[in-house]
């Protein structure tokens, strides 16, 4: 069963070509941070400590490593990539391979506090502007958490899912296409 899923899973993104979209100065691919278990972060996680914080397990450490390799088969050999700087977002990053990993608090979670909603998803929208104008040609990849990426889109994603973002001149999405996350 798992395997057939994996197998749909390749299957409905296989056909995807990231590479033009990804370089011609309008999008980004945005990604939820792969397979964490659990929920929320225990009590007094510190961000410095990733001990202390909900991270990748095993499998989402190969989920990571699977997405990575299914981006190079789309094209993306290497991109500028941004993390949360939360240890799992900051994982899920490095184990793309995609580049240096940019850490920016405007992809910071706030589900802990969702009255930062409207601050964290306008300082997500300039991030997204500055990065377009900054790397026109470059592919953007840009991991968070699901709080900040629905808020931002709209979509809601699992853990290790992608949207690919049209972004308008004003910073702001403008359409998406939704990738499943490599099981």
Known sequence: ??????????????????????????HILLMRHADAPGFSDPAGHRLDQCSTQRNLGEFGKKQAERTGQWLSQQGIESAKVFSSPWCRCIDTATLLKKGPVTIDPALGSFFENMSQANQKTEALRQLVQKSLKQFPKTPIIMVSHHVNIEAFTGVVLGSGDMVLVKIGPNGKPISHQVFPGMR
């Open 1 to 26: 069963m798992a395997m057939l899923v994996m197998m749909l899973c390749l299957s409905t993104t296989a056909l995807a070509n990231l590479a033009g979209p990804m370089t011609d100065g309008q």
